[in-house]
């Protein structure tokens, strides 16, 4: 169910930021198939550190198959996320991964702590507690994702202002040459459009 779940969120809030099918199938695939390993990692670290079969065990019992979970989880999906981008924008995998994936281990492990305080109090009935528990950490979550998201937009919109500056300074600069020399007018716009011809 929370790899259902996971999926369900992926594709959801994928379409909401990007209509492209490919995105929102891929992202929806990336968080059911890593939240269904983590499971899978949580569930067989358990049964090395809590072998019965009745009964639930303690939070101290949990705390590594937390970590195996969490490790899990970050590994899977930020390996698969940075294999999508690198392989879509043509960029070095493990260089994109270093530098947008690698710090935020510490998010995946902070999630798999309070997934496991929260277990522990719906286990002893106390699921209000759980409850007004959860609710802040929701909150903080989302109020943290949509500040680094607004990060990255604004870096992204940078680096569009600064490209957009670099072409206009190298047009600037060909205009001027092409303006020098009077044998080969209109060489230099001649030469862009056939190049932007073959590229295309």
Not at 116 to 121: M, Q, R, T
Not at 144 to 151: E, I, S
């Amino acid at each position: 169910p929370a790899a259902l779940l996971a999926g369900c969120d992926g594709l959801i809030s994928t379409y909401r930021a990007t209509k492209r099918w490919l995105s929102v199938f891929s992202s929806a695939a990336v968080m059911t198939l890593s939240v269904a390993m983590a499971g899978l990692s949580y569930q067989l670290t358990l049964g090395w550190f809590w072998p019965q079969t009745d009964g639930h065990p303690p939070l101290t019992r949990m705390i590594v198959p937390l970590a195996a979970m969490g490790l899990t989880h970050w590994l899977v999906n930020s390996v698969l996320v940075a294999t999508l981008t690198a392989t879509a924008r043509r960029l070095p995998l493990l260089k994109l991964w270093k530098e947008n994936y690698l710090w935020t281990v510490m998010s995946f492990f902070t999630g798999a702590s309070a997934a496991g305080i929260l277990a522990v109090l719906i286990q002893h009935g106390l699921a209000v507690t759980a409850f007004l528990i959860a609710a802040p950490l929701v909150a903080a979550t989302y109020i943290t994702y949509r500040v680094f998201l607004g990060r990255v937009d604004a870096q992204r919109n940078k680096l569009l202002a600064a490209n957009a500056l670099y072409l206009k300074t190298i047009e600037a600069l060909a205009a001027a040459i092409d303006a020098r020399s009077q044998t080969a007018s209109g060489h230099l716009r001649r030469a862009q459009a056939y190049a932007v011809g073959m590229a295309d």
